[in-house]
DNA sequence: AACCCGGGGAA
DNA sequence: TTCCCAGGGTT
């Protein structure tokens, strides 16, 4: 640190303690809060997420309810937020702390870490936060922030450089005040020191900054380049049976684990939509299907491949429906649908129906 | 080390 | 469009 680490660590809780936004996890002390509000932030901006802390808070009040509940309670209340594993892991992780830890929560990192769904930065955070143990915390704003601060040209996203930024992570760390310099350091990343035009006359850390120094702000951090996703067309099939229609639940495992959806499948390069609707009928559920009208031509983007849904409705002999695509299925009319959790893609034609 | 796992808002 | 977000888990 440039200008010492004392002076570094005032400027910083001094700009934090003026500025801090007004979150809600940061008016209480109690930890089921503080790691509701880390497992729901993972890699979701804290504007898109605090109104899903809200209102699971007012669902789940504590770790009891939250544990007594159903996978698909908890799933319902995650239904849009994305990465449904952090849902399943939270309510296991309710259950394991009922179970065997009393209810309460271990203090230690390194046991928190052991935890389903907690990783090296969220021990770090709860431990930080709601126990002031002085333990550092890395997230993708830390990462950028500390890049800059000390002039770090290799790609943030490579293992080594995640190690060493672990070191600068922990060497930078106020022992004083753990639990606020972490947040003070992800505030700053959120606020000023910006991916793209960070706002370096206002930092109150300007003088510490490497990278302002040297006029390389607006270059760093490196990231090596992303690979192309592919992009695949699927059919969805709408399948009614009186003004009921057919849903399926995914297998708890793996891709959207637990969400209920409408059956579908990839479009193979040798057939039509209607081809691979009634391969869907044939192979996935044992059914016959018969291709309807085109419901909706819906674009979706996931983490690693894109997708155009081609929705049709249609028809089918009511049978008993045998598949491994899905552990269950039911016919359920429109009036009953706000009662099981959708992946995001279904919402952008699920009124239409 | 590489890959899998969502969704949305901003530029 | 692309980028990136209070990351974790599996192989």
């Given at each position: 640190m440039r200008h010492g680490r004392t002076k570094f660590h005032a400027a910083l809780l001094q700009w934090y303690d003026a500025e801090a936004r007004d979150l809600?996890?940061?008016?209480?002390?109690?930890p089921y809060c503080i790691w509701l509000s880390e497992i729901m932030m993972q890699q979701t901006r804290i504007d898109q997420g605090t109104p899903y802390y809200e209102r699971f808070l007012k669902r789940f009040p504590d770790l009891q309810t939250l544990a007594q509940a159903t996978e698909e309670a908890v799933l319902k209340q995650w239904?849009?937020?994305?990465?449904?594993s952090r849902a399943r892991n939270l309510y296991r992780t309710a259950q394991i702390l009922t179970d065997q830890y009393h209810g309460r929560f271990p203090e230690s990192p390194e046991v928190l870490q052991?935890?389903?769904?907690?990783g090296k930065y969220t021990a770090g955070a709860i431990a930080s936060i709601?126990?002031?143990?002085p333990v550092p915390v890395l997230d993708g704003n830390i990462k950028r922030v500390l890049a800059r601060l000390y002039a770090?040209?290799?790609?943030?996203?490579l293992p080594a450089t995640d190690k060493r930024l672990w070191e600068l992570a922990a060497a930078t760390l106020n022992v004083k005040r753990p639990g606020d310099h972490n947040q003070a350091m992800m505030e700053l990343g959120a606020?000023?020191?910006?991916?793209?035009?960070?706002?370096c006359f206002s930092c109150p850390v300007q003088r510490h900054c490497r990278a302002f120094s040297a006029s390389l702000q607006d270059t760093l951090p490196h990231r090596t380049p992303k690979k192309v996703v592919p992009h695949h067309e699927m059919v969805v099939a709408v399948i009614a049976n009186q003004d009921a229609y057919l849903i399926g639940k995914r297998p708890?495992?793996?891709?959207?684990?637990?969400l209920w959806e409408f059956p579908g499948d990839r479009i193979q390069k040798t057939e039509g939509c209607e081809d691979a609707l009634r391969r869907i009928g044939e192979e996935m559920l044992r059914l016959k299907v018969v291709p309807g009208g085109l419901v909706a031509v819906v674009r979706h983007a996931y983490t690693h491949f894109k997708v155009t849904l081609h929705v049709y409705r249609c028809t089918a002999v009511k049978r008993r429906i045998c598949s491994d695509a899905h552990t269950e299925y039911r016919w359920v009319t429109p009036d009953s649908f706000d009662q099981y959790p959708f992946p995001a893609g279904h919402h952008k034609f699920l009124k239409l129906l």
């Open positions: 809600p996890w940061r008016r209480t002390q109690d239904e849009g937020l994305g990465y449904y052991l935890l389903p769904g907690i709601a126990f002031g143990v770090l040209v290799e790609s943030i996203d606020r000023v020191c910006i991916p793209a035009g960070p706002l708890s495992q793996g891709f959207l684990g637990g």
